[in-house]
Structures are given as structure tokens and as C-alpha cells.
């Protein structure tokens, strides 16, 4: 693999921006190269010493990837307005009206087209993740049917389902994994707040706090991603996700009063590590396994 190679794998941002940046560098290896050739250097010995004196493709990549990472008060306004906006309908109990839920949900997949054909910005993920999760607990919501009917129709559910999260997925990939935490960020939540809610007598005659709890959990999610976003560094932007995740099943525990079973939490728990922590590991797999770079062109 040579230096550019070995760079573009390193860098985890916007495929349009890494070719650029890539392409930029190029340029300038080839002229440093060429200046050198002019004092006597061979081309092969010319083009190794424009190589070395850039340095460690992963540390350049490093420097890229905090240049670039940040995002503007803008671009953190888009990322956040999914939670907040959940938070407030769930305070105005909007939710379980079926026109507004059609409304917001033809406003969230509109959103999600023009934010996928702009390039895939980082504020797309939060409203993705929305979209993604509908398809989840549509699959969950299946084994709940009578009968072999729950069978049938899962069966045609489920490679259709598998088969978008797969694209979205491998799309992701190609930009960074830590998105694919930011994508999934809501699903422990929500699936937190489906069991205690499905837990019978758990909030009699605390309707009220119940909703306010979980508008404020949705809330919270809204600050990790504003975070997320605004932040340079890779380690706290994954921080951010995880001690979100932990404030959140906290409050989902208080409001449960701690009737739920201690294996219901113990997948919860396991869940928020895989989606937060996963992404991570492979990443860190992938980039001890690939090979290494040669020093020319």
C-alpha cells in the first residue's frame, strides 16, 4: 500500500473531502519531488524523501480529522432538532396523534433525502437514526401478532428491513463508524422506554412525570449530539455518546422504580456498550490489520 493509500484509509471524513485533500496532497508530494529530482536525487530516492518528510500517515490523518470534524453552530442546530423536537412533542402530547406522527414523519424522511443527496453531512445521522428506528421496532412489534400470521409476514418484513439497514450501514461506513453510533444513539432509549412502558401498573397515576422524564431523556440525547458535533477529538465525541447513554438508562431505571428485571438491564447494558463501543473496536481491528504503507508512489 503506498503513502496516499495508506493515508485515505486513515483519514475518517467525507469521501468528496478526503479525494480532495488527497488529491491536493499529491500534488504537492509530486512537486517536492520534482524540486528534488532538479538538485541531483533520483526519482525513487526523490519520491521517498517527500514521503518521510511529511510523516506517519496516521498521525497526518489525525490533524485532518480535527480540522475537519468540527462542525459549525449551524450544522449542531440541524444534528439536535430531531431530539429536542421529540422532546417537545412528547411535552405537548403530540405523539399519539396519527396526523401529526404522518406530518413529522414526512418531514424527517424529506430531510433525510436532502441531507444524503448533500453529501452525507454529520447532522444527517441524527435524523437517521429516527427513521432506522421505526424499522426495528417494526420488527419487534411483529412478534406480538396472532398466531402463524407473526411467521408470514415476518418473513417478508425481515429481509426487506435487513436488507436497508445493510445499505445504509455499508454507506456509513464509508465515511466513519463513529456515525453509526451517532445513527443508533436512540435505540437504547427508546427500547428502554417501550419495556418500562409496557410494564403493567409501573406509572399508575404518574402519567404526567413519566412523559416529562422521557422528554428530558430525549432531551439529554440532544446535548450528546451538540457535542458530538462541535468537538474535535474522536475520544470525546465517543464520551460524550457513552455518558449520555449511561444518564439516560439511569432515569429509565428511576422511573421503573426497579421492577424490571435485572436481565432486562443487563441487555440494555450490553446493547448501549456494543452500539457506542463497537464501532470503535472494528475500527481499531481495521487499522492494526492494514498493511503497511511503502514509501512511494
Known amino acids: 500500500m503506498n503513502y496516499l493509500d495508506s493515508l485515505k ?51 497526518i490523518a489525525q490533524q485532518i480529522y480535527e480540522v475537519y470534524s468540527q462542525g459549525s453552530w449551524r450544522e449542531t442546530l440541524f444534528a439536535i432538532i430531531p431530539h429536542f423536537l421529540t422532546s417537545s412533542l412528547l411535552l405537548l402530547r403530540w405523539i399519539p396523534d396519527p396526523i401529526w ?110 412523559i416529562s422524564w422521557i422528554a428530558l431523556s430525549f432531551a439529554v440525547l440532544g446535548l450528546a449530539v451538540a457535542t458530538f458535533i462541535r468537538v474535535k477529538q474522536r475520544w470525546i465525541k465517543t464520551g460524550a455518546m457513552f455518558v449520555c447513554s449511561i444518564l439516560v438508562l439511569a432515569v429509565v431505571a428511576l422511573v421503573s422504580d426497579t421492577e424490571l428485571s435485572i436481565w432486562v438491564w443487563i441487555f440494555l447494558s450490553i446493547l448501549t456498550l456494543l452500539h457506542l463501543l463497537g464501532p470503535v473496536i472494528f475500527e481499531k481491528r481495521e487499522s492494526n490489520s492494514s498493511p503497511q504503507y511503502i514509501s512511494h508512489n
Open 9 to 59: 484509509d486513515h483519514i475518517r471524513l467525507n469521501p468528496t473531502i478526503k479525494d480532495g485533500f488527497v488529491r491536493e496532497l499529491r500534488g504537492h508530494l509530486d512537486d517536492a519531488a520534482l524540486d528534488l529530482q532538479n538538485d541531483g536525487i533520483s526519482a525513487d530516492e526523490a519520491q521517498k524523501i517527500a514521503v518521510k518528510f511529511l510523516g506517519s500517515p496516521r498521525v
Open 101 to 210: 406522527l404522518a406530518v413529522i414523519l414526512g418531514c424527517v424522511i424529506a430531510t433525510i433525502i436532502y441531507g444524503w443527496c448533500r453529501g452525507k453531512p454529520a447532522w444527517l445521522f441524527s435524523w437517521l437514526g429516527y427513521l432506522v428506528i421505526p424499522i426495528i421496532m417494526g420488527g419487534v412489534a411483529l412478534l406480538y401478532l396472532p398466531g402463524n400470521l407473526a411467521w408470514m409476514i415476518t418473513l417478508v418484513y425481515m429481509p426487506v428491513a435487513i436488507f436497508i439497514l445493510v445499505i445504509i450501514t455499508r454507506q456509513i461506513m464509508k465515511i466513519d463508524w463513529l456515525f453509526i453510533s451517532l445513527l443508533l444513539l436512540p435505540v437504547p432509549v427508546v427500547l428502554g422506554w417501550v419495556i418500562v412502558l409496557n410494564k403493567p401498573g409501573t406509572f399508575s397515576g404518574l402519567e404526567s412525570d413519566t
